[in-house]
């Protein structure tokens, strides 16, 4: 997975480490109409994505989609980075707030406002 190796260290659990940093999950969420979505995807391609990859200590993301089977899509982006700081490059001083772009509200019909960080302590 994107080049990530398990490393033993003084805690009996392996950590999973890039390039020899610890490695932080930041995800967010919104919804869109279905009929959107491949739009949406292609847009936060362009934009968010792109800013990801663009950004110091980025490590990779990943936007994931699911059909709610009600209209709705839900969206998922997941990016992984090597620190909290590094992180403020891409989202400003106060991470734990969602960045979004300009054509945004034409796509979303609810969006969480915030974004949920993760240490990740393990993968199998």
């Given amino acids: 997975m994107l080049g990530w190796a398990q490393v033993q260290g003084e805690t009996p659990a392996p950590v999973w480490v890039w390039k020899g940093v610890t490695m932080i999950a930041r ?7 279905t009929e959107q979505a491949a739009a949406y995807v292609e847009y ?5 994505l792109s800013a990801y990859g663009k950004t110091p200590g980025n490590l990779g993301a990943q936007m994931w989609t699911t059909d709610l ?3 709705r899509t839900e969206v998922m982006t997941v990016s992984w980075w090597s620190s909290r700081t590094d992180i403020t490059g891409f ?11 300009p054509e ?3 796509y979303l019909i609810d969006r969480e406002t915030t974004v949920t960080h993760y ?3 393990r993968t199998l």
């Fill in 27 to 33: 995800t967010w969420r919104g919804w869109v109409r």
């Fill in 44 to 48: 936060i391609t362009r934009t968010g």
């Fill in 69 to 71: 089977g009600d209209g």
């Fill in 91 to 101: 989202a400003g001083q106060n991470i734990d707030v969602a960045v979004f772009y």
């Fill in 104 to 106: 945004d509200d034409d």
């Fill in 119 to 121: 240490d990740v302590a």
